[in-house]
């Protein structure tokens, strides 16, 4: 594809070698690609991460360059999962003394008519940065609004414990205990879910947009991974639920991803208090429960999401010990 106007070129690259030479130059410029943080996104990871999907049927590589030069202006990686087409992550990614140019915007059109080609009429992409950084996502979010994308749900907070520091004790409630919940159905899971993520208008208004909540079939689908281990190591121990003498006040489900790049650490999935509930040290209780499994298999951290205006969450984790450290936004786009 040539464009005189803008005067770049996009082309299909189908060498994963000549490819990831484009993408490390193109990334130079990027934070975490000069500096990873402790839990941010890393180099070695997202390359064997390319090397692993390159060449595949549902997967494309483009690469933009100037016409006349051949220098590289931009590279963007998409791959297909369930029908949407997904954007690399921090991508399309162009050098930042390319970024006032066309580059950006004629990779994403250029991967719009691939996609449309593979009949798949939606795309996604996602951004997670520096929670005190949020300037370094700037430059991508403008192109994607550029580009027709719209922000998908609500936006979202990550945020990470270490267990080897004291955290919090949670204070003793009368008539609590807390039993196994792994022999539960997904179902049951679910159901659990929506009462505890949807009961009331100030639940919906938080978690309403997001489909992984809001919808039971792709909730199931949720939970049944990580029962699964498709996400990670998730042992019986990993599913407790809370019983408020007989009856459920509230539920945790967790699991161990194992990754060469990172210490140790485990990720709470979910944690839903039932209405009636809340405000009685629950959520606490479940937290200082999980977080003794993990320590138990050796786990570092603890990570966990939630949406950024999920306050009562929020002063809830950090009472815990953790600390908010990335934002997350979604995005899509009807092609």
């Given at each position: 594809?040539?464009?005189?106007?803008?005067?770049?070129?996009?082309?299909?690259?189908?060498?994963?070698?000549?490819?990831?030479?484009?993408?490390?130059?193109?990334?130079?410029?990027?934070?975490?690609?000069?500096?990873?943080?402790?839990?941010?996104?890393?180099?070695?990871?997202?390359?064997?991460?390319?090397?692993?999907e390159?060449?595949?049927?549902?997967?494309?590589?483009?690469?933009?360059?100037?016409?006349?030069?051949?220098?590289?202006?931009?590279?963007?990686?998409?791959?297909?999962?369930?029908?949407?087409?997904?954007?690399?992550?921090?991508?399309?990614?162009?050098?930042?003394?390319?970024?006032?140019?066309?580059?950006?915007?004629?990779?994403?059109?250029?991967?719009?008519?691939?996609?449309?080609?593979?009949r798949?009429?939606?795309?996604?992409?996602?951004?997670?940065?520096?929670?005190?950084?949020?300037?370094?996502?700037?430059?991508?979010?403008t192109?994607?609004?550029?580009?027709?994308?719209?922000?998908?749900?609500?936006?979202?907070?990550?945020?990470?414990?270490?267990?080897?520091?004291?955290?919090?004790?949670?204070?003793?409630?009368?008539?609590?205990?807390?039993?196994?919940?792994?022999?539960?159905?997904?179902?049951?899971?679910?159901?659990?879910?929506?009462?505890?993520?949807?009961?009331?208008?100030?639940?919906?208004?938080?978690?309403?947009?997001?489909?992984?909540?809001?919808?039971?079939?792709?909730?199931?689908?949720?939970?049944?991974?990580?029962?699964?281990g498709?996400?990670?190591?998730?042992?019986?121990?990993?599913?407790?639920?809370?019983?408020?003498?007989?009856?459920?006040?509230?539920?945790?489900?967790?699991?161990?991803?194992?990754?060469?790049?990172?210490?140790?650490?485990?990720?709470?999935?979910?944690?839903?208090?039932?209405?009636?509930?809340?405000?009685?040290?629950?959520?606490?209780?479940?937290?200082?429960?999980?977080?003794?499994?993990?320590?138990?298999?050796?786990?570092?951290?603890?990570?966990?999401?939630?949406?950024?205006?999920?306050e009562?969450?929020?002063?809830?984790?950090?009472?815990?010990?953790?600390?908010?450290v990335?934002?997350i936004?979604?995005?899509?786009?009807?092609?």
């Amino acid at each position: 594809m040539i464009d005189a106007k803008m005067k770049v070129i996009v082309e299909k690259v189908d060498s994963v070698e000549e490819y990831l030479e484009h993408w490390t130059r193109a990334m130079a410029d990027v934070h975490w690609f000069k500096k990873g943080g402790l839990f941010d996104y890393n180099r070695d990871e997202m390359v064997e991460e390319i090397a692993g999907e390159f060449g595949q049927s549902g997967s494309i590589h483009l690469v933009a360059k100037s016409p006349s030069t051949a220098e590289i202006l931009g590279v963007l990686g998409v791959k297909v999962r369930r029908d949407v087409g997904t954007f690399g992550r921090w991508e399309p990614v162009v050098p930042l003394k390319h970024r006032n140019g066309e580059a950006g915007k004629t990779l994403v059109k250029e991967a719009f008519s691939w996609l449309r080609e593979k009949r798949v009429s939606k795309a996604t992409c996602l951004l997670r940065f520096p929670h005190s950084r949020p300037e370094t996502a700037r430059w991508h979010m403008t192109l994607y609004r550029e580009c027709g994308f719209v922000r998908r749900g609500l936006a979202s907070v990550m945020l990470l414990a270490d267990l080897r520091k004291a955290l919090m004790t949670a204070e003793r409630v009368e008539n609590l205990h807390i039993v196994k919940g792994y022999d539960l159905s997904v179902e049951e899971y679910a159901d659990f879910t929506r009462r505890a993520y949807l009961s009331t208008p100030e639940d919906r208004a938080i978690h309403g947009l997001d489909p992984s909540v809001s919808s039971p079939e792709e909730n199931m689908r949720v939970l049944r991974a990580v029962k699964n281990g498709e996400y990670g190591f998730s042992p019986p121990e990993c599913w407790k639920v809370a019983m408020l003498k007989d009856e459920v006040a509230g539920f945790i489900a967790a699991f161990m991803p194992e990754s060469k790049c990172r210490p140790p650490y485990g990720v709470i999935a979910e944690l839903g208090i039932f209405p009636k509930f809340r405000r009685r040290g629950v959520g606490s209780v479940l937290i200082a429960a999980m977080h003794e499994c993990f320590k138990n298999h050796e786990r570092q951290y603890s990570y966990v999401g939630t949406p950024k205006n999920n306050e009562a969450a929020i002063r809830l984790y950090r009472k815990a010990g953790y600390r908010p450290v990335f934002q997350i936004i979604n995005f899509e786009k009807t092609i």
